[in-house]
């Protein structure tokens, strides 16, 4: 089970000053029913939750496995954004990686060494994955399963040192009988703010419903169980 935590999107959208409302609200309820399930999860950040977020972040890590989630919100040292700026397709390659290191510089200033990565909108661009490669970075999970064929595979294990972990479902798509199939990567996005109900990003009920349910069929486990590194900490910081 895997979380993206981020800015209120539904309520700020990428243009406005970030709120974290939504996150405040709902992340601590979440891993409270996650304790209660001992189900380990991987939650990735975007760098201004890391930035804004400290206390939420220390008690995500106490217990789960973070990564970076590198959006491209609206962000006014670089020239390249447009209407559609929440893109990273807006931007040059020389921009895209000066501000790939920069999000990667924010995680292991309060995070340590980068271990586990998911690229804003699953949109994998190849400039940014090369430098995530280069960073060391072990683990990537920034494809829709849907998007990720033949070509896509060989190209992976062509190009990068880090083992590709697709996204299969979203929570909103997500049936109970998906969780009794092995290696589902589901993604969450629980951002929303109280109020507001937008299923296609966050569906509180359906998420505490689906993880009463893969508790008693699965073993809900971090993304990190894919990497070969059993001695190391399941936080991915050393
Ligand atoms: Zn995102």
Same mark, same amino acid.
């Given at each position: 089970?895997?979380?993206?935590?981020?800015?209120?999107?539904?309520?700020?959208?990428?243009?406005?000053?970030?709120?974290?409302?939504?996150?405040?609200?709902?992340?601590?309820?979440?891993?409270?029913?996650?304790?209660?399930?001992?189900?380990?999860?991987?939650?990735?950040?975007?760098?201004?939750?890391?930035?804004?977020?400290?206390?939420?972040?220390?008690?995500?890590?106490?217990?789960?496995?973070?990564?970076?989630?590198?959006?491209?919100?609206?962000?006014?040292?670089?020239?390249?954004?447009?209407?559609?700026?929440?893109?990273?397709?807006?931007?040059?390659?020389?921009?895209?990686?000066?501000?790939?290191?920069?999000?990667?510089?924010?995680?292991?200033?309060?995070?340590?060494?980068?271990?586990?990565?998911?690229? +804003?909108? *699953? &949109?994998?661009?190849?400039?940014? %994955? @090369?430098?995530?490669?280069? #960073?060391?970075?072990?683990?990537?999970?920034? $494809?829709?399963?849907?998007?990720? +064929?033949? *070509? &896509?595979?060989?190209?992976?294990? %062509? @190009?990068?040192?880090?083992? #590709?972990?697709?996204?299969?479902?979203?929570? $909103?798509?997500?049936?109970?009988?998906?969780?009794?199939?092995?290696?589902?990567?589901? %993604?969450?996005?629980?951002?929303?703010?109280?109020?507001?109900?937008?299923?296609?990003?966050?569906?509180?009920?359906?998420?505490?419903?689906?993880?009463?349910?893969?508790?008693?069929?699965?073993?809900?486990?971090?993304?990190?169980?894919?990497?070969?590194?059993?001695?190391?900490?399941?936080?991915?910081?050393?």
């Amino acid at each position: 089970m895997t979380f993206d935590i981020e800015r209120d999107y539904v309520k700020t959208g990428h243009f406005r000053r970030p709120s974290f409302e939504g996150i405040r609200s709902n992340v601590p309820r979440i891993l409270d029913k996650m304790h209660e399930n001992h189900i380990i999860g991987t939650f990735f950040l975007t760098p201004e939750v890391i930035a804004n977020c400290e206390d939420l972040v220390a008690e995500i890590k106490r217990r789960h496995a973070v990564g970076l989630h590198s959006h491209a919100y609206y962000q006014p040292e670089f020239k390249g954004w447009n209407a559609d700026g929440d893109s990273l397709a807006c931007y040059s390659p020389d921009q895209k990686t000066r501000m790939i290191l920069r999000d990667i510089g924010t995680y292991r200033h309060c995070l340590g060494k980068l271990r586990l990565f998911r690229i +804003g909108r *699953l &949109e994998p661009d190849q400039t940014i %994955l @090369k430098v995530v490669s280069e #960073e060391g970075c072990q683990c990537d999970s920034s $494809y829709h399963a849907t998007n990720y +064929g033949l *070509l &896509e595979r060989l190209r992976v294990a %062509l @190009k990068y040192d880090f083992k #590709e972990k697709p996204v299969k479902y979203h929570l $909103y798509g997500l049936e109970p009988s998906h969780l009794m199939r092995d290696q589902a990567v589901i %993604l969450v996005h629980p951002l929303t703010p109280p109020g507001k109900s937008d299923k296609e990003v966050y569906d509180e009920n359906h998420l505490m419903r689906m993880i009463d349910i893969s508790s008693r069929y699965c073993d809900p486990k971090d993304l990190t169980s894919c990497i070969n590194t059993p001695q190391e900490s399941p936080n991915g910081y050393d």
